[in-house]
């Protein structure tokens, strides 16, 4: 309501603000229920604005301890319930250690402050549109070159395939920051830099950060490539291996005295590891509205299928 003191209604605003905190907090309202009843509104009119103005709301919601601690106890219970008192968070925890994934976070997250604190924001539209507009541009172009991977793969260029595959998981790497920066849009200040700085150079850092951040922790990709091909994924990519890999697919080499090109070297299954590995991370890292994960998933699934994987084994659960 609009006052001669307040004509933008703006206390009202914060009023309703800090009733609705104070009711989550003491646990008067429900979190989870609460966040699903907002979410089915946006998700239903594909609300793009809607649901980054819904995102920034939780994120202030989360820096409130008692909520924070609140929305960890009902998810707890959620997936007791869920998984009928089965879910075991030791269990979690020690997969994740058997993958030295507490190093690799801790790792990652030095990496990609160095990385994106020496570069522009990837958003730079004067209004929300613009900035939507340029991050659909930006996502796409990653599912540009995946299409073009599994292209080269139907058609049995299994060097290109998996170089193009590489490339896309460096490129989701360089845009690791991008939720954040839509998140962000109305607060980025102009820049005059002309260069992504390390972004733009750094390949071992870029495949680090894109496999990193989507296959530590993901049961899919764990379920359809192998935990034990995870694991030497992981071990790959910190040794700098996926950029050797990389530049197998493209050159001439000597290996055991004797010239080799990428096709002696990129086989099949080389090839299908890492186009199934782009496309999970693609849809993972970059599928961050709700109904584009949906569309991204669903696609990534059905190539799975196309290229022998079993309908029972990688659809969704």
Not at 283 to 309: D, S
């Amino acid at each position: 309501m609009t006052t001669a003191t307040d004509p933008t209604g703006t206390e009202d605003v914060q009023a309703a603000w800090s009733d609705l905190v104070e009711a989550l907090a003491e646990g008067r309202l429900p979190i989870l229920e609460t966040m699903k009843g907002v979410i089915p509104h946006i998700y239903e009119k594909g609300d793009h604005e809607g649901f980054v103005t819904f995102t920034r709301a939780y994120h202030v919601l989360m820096s409130d301890r008692r909520i924070l601690e609140r929305m960890h106890q009902e998810t707890l219970d959620v997936l007791m319930e869920k998984f009928s008192g089965e879910y075991d968070v030791e269990a979690v925890k020690y997969g994740i250690r058997a993958k030295d994934g507490f190093r690799l976070f801790d790792k990652l997250c030095s990496i990609k402050t160095e990385m994106y604190g020496d570069g522009p924001p990837l958003l730079s539209g004067d209004s929300f549109a613009e900035c939507l507009a340029q991050y659909a541009r930006l996502v796409g172009h990653v599912e540009a070159l995946w299409d073009d991977a599994c292209r080269h793969y139907r058609e049995a260029r299994f060097p290109l395939s998996t170089f193009l595959s590489i490339l896309a998981i460096e490129e989701v790497g360089k845009l690791g920051r991008l939720w954040t920066d839509l998140l962000a849009w109305d607060r980025t200040q102009p820049t005059t830099q002309t260069t992504l700085g390390r972004l733009g150079r750094d390949h071992r850092k870029k495949h680090f950060m894109g496999i990193i951040s989507g296959a530590v922790i993901n049961a899919r990709l764990d379920r359809i490539l192998g935990k034990q091909r995870v694991k030497q994924l992981l071990q790959d990519v910190e040794s700098g291996k996926i950029e050797t890999v990389r530049q197998s697919c493209l050159y001439i080499d000597m290996m055991d005295g004797k010239v080799v090109l990428p096709e002696d070297v990129i086989d099949r299954e080389a090839a299908k590891f890492y186009v199934v590995l782009a496309g999970e991370l693609w849809a993972e890292i970059l599928g961050h509205f709700p109904w584009e994960f949906e569309r991204m998933i669903e696609k990534v699934t059905a190539f799975e299928i196309e290229i022998g994987f079993s309908e029972e084994h990688v659809k969704r659960r």
